[in-house]
């Protein structure tokens, strides 16, 4: 039985059963593995876009005596994944905006009844203003802290009707009105929601990170001039902005 580490579980617990699952950059092909083994899905294919991390995959397979239920492709995001083929897609370890790319040039292939596990890396708001803005709704989130990581993760679904609303411009799904707030895009709607203790800890130590930086930036010096006083002034107001809206997410769990 193979073993995952915190991260992996974490994510590979978010994916829905279906009959087949496609692991985009699929590294070691631990998910996959996982998933047959445990009963997720009854076959699987593992896609990478590089040689070297699909033939690991393809070996950890052949160790677990898989090969008969999970299929190795070389493909760049979705590429090689046909209408249909996968009722969940899991795609864990990348960064938001590499994430955003894969998903809008795999569009075809993500159909209303596709199931979507996510894990990126960075870019989280810009991530998820990305997935509400084209009818992505957020169905479930996690949060684990490993080897001194954060690691968010969710499930989504895309929507088909949606429409943007004359009054505050905000886009929302016609099935469930849908539409995010700044702190739910930058903090995640759902570990919100339910209090989540692994974001919790994370929202206190980025105020104490940001505040640390801002006293810094206090510090009596020699007076910037030009360029570089605006930028000072710039980023300070930035940081500002940013601790406000992670202390009205920690009041959330007062």
């Known amino acids: 039985m193979i073993k995952l580490s915190k991260r992996l579980r974490a994510v590979a617990e978010l994916v829905a059963p279906a009959d087949c699952i496609a692991d985009v950059g699929c590294d070691h092909g631990y998910i996959p593995i996982y998933l047959v083994e445990q009963g997720g899905c009854k076959r699987a294919i593992a896609l990478d876009i590089n040689r070297g991390p699909l033939q690991r995959a393809q070996e950890h397979i052949v160790e677990y005596k898989l090969g008969d239920y999970i299929?190795?492709?070389?493909?760049?995001?979705?590429?090689?994944?046909?209408?249909?083929?996968?009722?969940?897609?899991?795609?864990?370890?990348?960064?938001?905006?590499?994430m955003q790319r894969i998903l809008k040039a795999g569009r075809d292939v993500i159909e209303g009844d596709t199931l979507l596990v996510l894990q990126p890396q960075s870019e989280l708001r810009e991530f998820r203003s990305y997935l509400m803005s084209h009818g992505f709704a957020i169905l479930a989130e996690d949060m684990v802290f490993e080897d001194g990581k954060y690691y968010p993760m969710m499930k989504v679904q895309k929507f088909r009707e949606w429409t943007q609303s004359s009054n505050s411009g905000k886009k929302s799904c016609a099935t469930g009105g849908?539409?995010?707030?700044?702190?739910?895009?930058?903090?995640?709607?759902?570990?919100?929601?339910?209090?989540?203790?692994?974001?919790?800890?994370?929202?206190?130590?980025?105020?104490?990170?940001?505040?640390?930086?801002?006293?810094?930036?206090?510090?009596?010096?020699?007076?910037?001039?030009?360029?570089?006083?605006?930028?000072?002034?710039?980023?300070?107001?930035?940081?500002?902005?940013?601790?406000?809206?992670?202390?009205?997410?920690?009041?959330v769990y007062k």
């Not at 994944?81 to 864990?92: D, M, P």
């Open 71 to 98: 299929e190795t492709r070389l493909s760049d995001g979705l590429k090689a994944l046909r209408k249909g083929e996968a009722q969940g897609i899991v795609i864990a370890g990348m960064g938001g905006g590499t």
């Open 178 to 251: 849908i539409a995010y707030s700044e702190m739910e895009l930058r903090f995640g709607p759902l570990l919100l929601k339910k209090r989540h203790p692994v974001l919790k800890e994370f929202l206190l130590w980025q105020e104490g990170k940001k505040q640390v930086i801002l006293e810094g930036l206090s510090q009596p010096e020699d007076t910037p001039k030009g360029e570089a006083s605006q930028r000072k002034s710039q980023r300070i107001a930035r940081i500002e902005e940013e601790l406000s809206y992670i202390r009205q997410a920690i009041k």
